[in-house]
């Protein structure tokens, strides 16, 4: 079973940051939190992966709280191409397996 | 940098045929390469992870006489479905890791495989 807790849904005016929120409470302390997306009929898109401290790539920006039981996804600047549902995984301690959970469906609004 | 190829993209064949889907990594070698699959509405199911050389290591639940991989390359893992069957229809995808440890799994754009 997935280890994280996202909203199904959540809309967002184009242009506007998107933020993404995940829980994962039971993390381990050696658990990378790690986020995809897939937009319809494609398969999985990288988007960053972070351990406890924020990361930033041309992408997106992730958030991880002080004690890693949660995290956001921001994207800085939403178009209508990142309408996908977005998937927040944490690496299983030890195991290159990825577990995707059913993800929240972001659409982005004109 | 970092593309997987996934092919055919969609294929559609009679009941009882074998299908083979090839995955390659583009611009890097792939120490560990992944098939999903997915059904509709549904998230992506991890069905085995295979790493060059070796047996593919399957999920529990997964036929590995039905579903054979084939990992001869550092860029190259092929899944076949054997003997394929409508409820084998569903949406294949691949993914590929360089090196081991944290390194993210870079995935390609699936497969459509309809069994009619």
């Known amino acids: 079973d997935a280890k994280t807790t996202q909203p199904t849904s959540m809309d967002c005016a184009e242009g506007r940051a998107a933020n993404l929120p995940c829980n994962h409470s039971t993390i381990s302390g050696n658990e990378y939190v790690y986020w995809y997306r897939q937009i319809h009929s494609q398969g999985p898109q990288y988007i960053i992966h972070g351990l406890k401290n924020n990361e930033t790539n041309e992408m997106a920006s992730l958030i991880i709280t002080e004690d890693r039981k949660s995290s956001t996804l921001i994207l800085p600047h939403a178009t209508l191409r990142d309408t996908a549902v977005y998937y927040c995984i944490v690496r299983q301690g030890g195991s290159e397996k990825l577990v995707f959970g059913k993800g929240t469906k972001l659409t982005v609004n004109p | 940098g970092a593309v997987v190829s996934q092919h055919p993209s969609w294929v559609i064949c009679k009941s009882g045929t074998s299908v083979k889907i090839e995955c390659r990594s583009l611009d890097f070698q792939a120490t560990t390469m992944f098939w999903y699959r997915q059904f509709p509405k549904q998230s992506l199911m991890l069905m085995a992870t295979?790493?060059?050389?070796?047996?593919?290591?399957?999920e529990q639940g997964v036929e590995k006489d039905k579903f054979l991989i084939n990992h001869a390359s550092l860029t190259l893992s092929t899944l076949t479905v054997t003997s394929a069957h409508p409820e084998d229809s569903s949406f294949y995808i691949c993914s590929a890791q360089q090196g081991s440890g944290n390194q993210p799994q870079h995935f390609g754009d699936g497969t459509r495989l309809s069994i009619l």
């Open positions: 295979s790493n060059e050389g070796s047996k593919a290591t399957y």
